[in-house]
């Protein structure tokens, strides 16, 4: 009988029929396309002479090619001309050079070999992983929530690295679960998990940490968000962890760090910035204090600073051949915002309060003014040489002989300069602005950030599909690098998508994770 050859078979050949000799230190992404009852989409990727293959498509790809599934089999087998496919349209191909590339690297499909991996390799969702950016080929195991480290291993993925989110399915990540909602997921959860997988598994019992432990050994870094003493409690401490895998870089993020008196408190930003210092000096020159709209602390202090010591950690473990444990505390973290504000008080022997302080509103050449649309506009003519370039443009060469810092002179400037923003649209102030350079920049609000041109230039504003097929808009990757740019691999997980081919990875037999899955140990 002769033997029935798949797409399926096709596709999940490629990775046995790599020759990475051939290779050497070429880097290819290239992305398949494919339609049909077995289309679907597929990431093929090569780095450092390894091939993998993934579900979906990630990384900015070197290649895109597209064609039915009947189609591209027939060519795999010899059956069908690639150069006649090209040539009628049943094969499109978005870089010829690559392709031609990309298929040297590979032994010719033969269909009386069997693989025996293969029939598993792509059942449920496949081994995906991040293909490009300065971090392929570390591992993040991630068991944060909510914002702070989420949003650290987030921007890691995007640059490259392999995190895997670890959630509890009893007790997962309380972001699901906020409103607002994309479909049937939170936008919160969508807009910090991009570019993860998604590990659903019970560590609270011992089969559960016992995968974990296994998972540790090869894992690179360990972020966690609990408060201090409950990771030990669960069997999940450093010190546990250390004894598995001493390179392991271990970060905890809280709100206070590990000790002193506030250590055990619960909080949130608006505490943490509170008690750092920085909410005091943050208001309007009438006194009255104002809540920042964006989560300073989480993300400044939580986030970015995560990120500041898994890197440092990992730079110092390819010294010292050690990992280490990085206590981050988002009070701590965010204390140096401050910087300026701490000197001055001491240079002027009292604390700055909001009045005082020149970057708070106090001054009229450094403010924000509401124009006559309702919109406003933010003027930062600090130094001189660009205040005396404003009032040259609007006609106000008294304004410029002075800067005034105190005393009813500078209410007075304040006010004049007001209604002189006041009288004309914040368009017409753009429009000003762009003639000349003296720091004048319209307050654009979150519906406006997409359609602004540099935006689309640094490209800051994406669009992904959920898992629900429903488009979503999220910020895109902040650092660009010139040699190892990172990409946005994929969309926010379900809980537990990854589950299946983590455990295979690892070496565990499907047997055993029905098992588990069956006793609810694990989510799939």
């Not at 690559?98 to 070999?113: A, G, H």
């Not at 970057?359 to 003014?369: E, H, I, P, Q």
């Not at 209604?419 to 017409?428: M, V």
């Amino acid at each position: 009988m002769q033997q029935i050859v798949t797409f399926h078979d096709v596709i999940t050949s490629i990775p046995a029929r790599f020759r990475p000799e051939k290779a050497g230190g070429q880097k290819l992404i290239v992305h398949f396309d494919i339609s049909g009852e077995e289309g679907g989409t597929y990431t093929v990727g090569i780095v450092e002479g390894n091939c993998t293959l993934n579900l979906g498509l990630s990384g900015e790809a070197d290649c895109i090619i597209k064609a039915k599934a009947e189609v591209y089999t027939q060519i795999e087998l010899g059956k069908t001309n690639p150069q006649m496919a090209l040539m009628m349209g049943k094969i499109k191909v978005s870089n010829l050079g690559k392709m031609l590339e990309f298929t040297k690297l590979f032994r010719k499909f033969d269909p009386t070999i069997k693989d025996t991996n293969r029939s598993k390799s792509l059942t449920g969702i496949g081994t995906r992983k991040p293909q490009s950016g300065p971090l392929v080929g570390i591992r993040i195991l991630d068991m944060s929530r909510l914002l702070p480290g989420p949003m650290a291993t987030m921007i890691l993925a995007d640059m490259g690295a392999e995190v895997i989110k670890i959630e509890d399915p009893a007790s997962p990540d309380q972001i699901r679960n906020f409103p607002p909602f994309i479909g049937e997921t939170a936008a919160y959860y969508l807009a910090v998990n991009r570019s993860k997988r998604s590990l659903a598994i019970n560590y609270n019992t011992e089969e559960g940490l016992q995968i974990l432990y296994r998972l540790v050994k090869d894992a690179d870094v360990f972020v966690e968000q609990f408060r201090p003493g409950v990771m030990d409690k669960i069997g999940l401490g450093y010190d546990t962890l250390k004894s598995i895998n001493p390179k392991l870089v271990y970060v905890s993020i809280t709100g206070y760090g590990q000790t002193g008196p506030w250590s055990h408190e619960a909080g949130h930003d608006l505490n943490y910035i509170a008690r750092a210092g920085l909410l005091g000096i943050n208001g309007a020159t009438s006194g009255q204090l104002v809540i920042p709209g964006a989560q300073i602390a989480d993300i400044a202090g939580g986030s970015y600073m995560a990120m500041n010591a898994i890197m440092a950690a990992l730079l110092s473990r390819s010294v010292t051949g050690h990992g280490q444990y990085v206590d981050v505390s988002m009070m701590d973290a965010v204390m140096p915002l401050s910087t300026f504000a701490f000197a001055r008080s001491q240079a002027d022997k009292h604390p700055v309060l909001p009045s005082d302080h020149e970057l708070s509103g106090k001054l009229a050449n450094y403010n924000v003014y509401r124009c006559n649309d309702g919109k406003y506009i933010a003027l930062g003519a600090l130094e001189p040489k660009f205040w005396q370039a404003f009032c040259s443009a609007v006609n106000r060469p008294n304004w410029a002989q002075v800067l005034l810092y105190e005393g009813i002179e500078l209410a007075n400037l304040k006010a004049e300069v007001s209604a002189l923003f006041a009288s004309q649209s914040q368009a017409y102030w753009v429009s000003l602005s762009a003639k000349f350079d003296f720091c004048l920049s319209p307050v654009i609000t979150m519906d406006e950030i997409e359609h602004e041109q540099h935006m689309q230039h640094r490209k800051m504003v994406i669009t992904e599909q959920t898992s629900d097929g429903i488009d979503f808009k999220s910020f895109g990757i902040p650092l660009k690098f010139s040699n190892t740019p990172g990409a946005i691999a994929w969309p926010a997980p379900n809980m537990g998508a990854d589950t299946l081919s983590i455990l295979r990875e690892a070496g565990y037999a499907d047997e055993t994770i029905e098992k588990w899955v069956e006793t609810q140990i694990l989510s799939i």
